[in-house]
């Protein structure tokens, strides 16, 4: 009876361990800002590009953290209290947590990049006065993506992953084809004035680091998402969605190939 008894509790042992192995290859990671002052206003993160996402993820069976430079609550425009959320908006944060984990997010060293498949951020220029400098995120960013992980991005998002540098000195968005909140936009913002009270304009940034940066004139849907070599980006708010879902399914393709990353990076948009 004790040999069968060890014996299940081993089982069981081993069940749980991977139980937690197979959680832990369902996580992403959402990246968020602490938020800064911005000329009269403050720049935060965009809550319509953080819920729409989050709301995919789960539904697809992942496991959703947050982490912000800070940690603790972080602020969004476009809040709930400010204007009539879409449906998909009002879902995730009644029925998901999503508040919840806005209010308490991780700090990064609270972080261990090696449990997340993927990285998210979105938009709001938030994200530019912090999470973009932050030494510690531009790591995890790094890890997740050196490990085979997805990396994703909508708005001024992708100006945040300018800076993030990988093993060999290149940074990530070296030669990747790759969009975000073009300058043609950036130049109308009454919100920004011209994108005079950012740090940097995101095509500015993900040109200088050697980005091959598509503007509205090189899609034809300005709601395109572009893929490249387990990147997602988008350059407007309409899109966060579908980039979480392309994202989805760049995890979803490597599943089916058992690990082989090559497969991954096929089907270019």
């Given amino acids: 009876m004790r040999m069968i008894a060890s014996v299940l509790m081993a089982f069981a042992l081993l069940l749980s361990t991977a139980t937690r192995a197979s959680e832990d290859k369902?996580?992403?990671?959402?990246?968020?800002?602490n938020g800064a002052a911005m000329g009269d206003t403050m720049a935060r993160n965009n809550l319509w590009e953080y819920a729409e996402p989050h709301h995919v993820f789960v539904m697809h069976g992942y496991t959703v953290d947050f982490v912000s430079p800070k940690g603790g609550k972080v602020?969004?425009?476009l809040d709930a209290d400010e204007t009539?959320?879409?449906?998909?908006?009002?879902?995730?944060?009644k029925y998901e947590g999503f508040r919840e984990k806005s209010d308490r997010t991780s700090t990064p060293e609270q972080i261990d990049a090696d449990e997340y498949v993927a990285v998210f951020i979105g938009g709001g220029a938030g994200s530019l006065f912090d999470a973009s400098k932050d030494q510690r995120i531009l790591s995890i960013v790094a890890s997740i993506y050196e490990r085979g992980g997805i990396v994703g991005a909508c708005g001024h998002g992708p100006g945040s992953l300018g800076d993030v540098k990988l093993a060999n000195g290149d940074y990530l968005v070296k030669g990747k084809r790759m969009t975000?909140?073009?300058?043609?936009s950036e130049q109308n913002s009454k919100w920004t004035r011209g994108g005079t009270l950012l740090p940097f304009r995101v095509e500015d940034r993900l040109r200088a680091r050697g980005a091959l940066f598509l503007t509205k004139a090189d899609l034809a849907d300005k709601h395109e998402p572009v893929i490249d070599r387990r990147i997602v980006t988008t350059m407007f708010l309409p899109s966060s969605a579908i980039v979480a879902q392309e994202m989805v399914n760049l995890l979803?393709?490597?599943?089916?190939?058992a690990?082989?990353?090559?497969s991954a990076t096929q089907g270019l948009h």
Avoid at 26 to 33: A, G
């Fill in 180 to 184: 975000g909140f073009p300058n043609s």
């Fill in 259 to 262: 690990g082989d990353d090559t």
């Fill in 26 to 33: 369902k996580k992403v990671l959402m990246i968020l800002s």
């Fill in 84 to 93: 009539d959320p879409p449906g998909m908006v009002s879902y995730t944060i």
């Fill in 252 to 257: 979803e393709q490597r599943h089916a190939s």
């Fill in 75 to 77: 602020p969004f425009s």
